[in-house]
């Protein structure tokens, strides 16, 4: 499975961004996608998933702000990020994988596939 992320950018606090994955190579609709999140010298953290039954689950420092959805025909997750914060700014990377069990999808070492990241930085 190959995946393409895009949509990141330079924003105010208070902007929203969509960013978009494009996966490729794959069973799409069988595979719990999601994505993460990396700041310069700190660890790579779950942000939201969205498993192959549809279900989702969020980070509780993004919950009520970002939207993770996806396009089953266009083989593409989406993460809408609204009402931005400086806090946000990192190296977004999406992942995929097909054998995630619901105690462990948060976990960034589950996932086989994972994108190239990137960037969003929300400017004070």
């Known amino acids: 499975v190959q995946l393409q992320a895009s949509g990141g950018g330079l924003v105010q606090a208070g902007d929203s961004l969509r960013l978009s994955c494009a996966a490729s190579?794959?069973?799409?609709?069988?595979?719990?996608m999601a994505w993460f999140r990396q700041a310069p010298g700190k660890e790579r953290t779950f942000v939201a998933v969205?498993?192959?039954?549809?279900?989702?689950a969020y980070a509780d420092s993004v919950k009520g702000r970002f939207t993770i959805s996806r396009d089953i025909a266009k083989s593409t997750v989406y993460l809408q990020m609204n009402s931005l914060k400086p806090d946000d700014t990192a190296n977004y990377f999406c992942a995929a994988d097909s054998g995630i069990i619901q105690s462990t999808m948060t976990n960034v070492r589950a996932y086989d596939y994972w994108g190239q990241g990137t960037q969003v930085t929300v400017s004070s």
């Open positions: 190579g794959g069973t799409f609709s069988r595979y719990t």
């Open positions: 969205i498993r192959w039954t549809g279900a989702t």
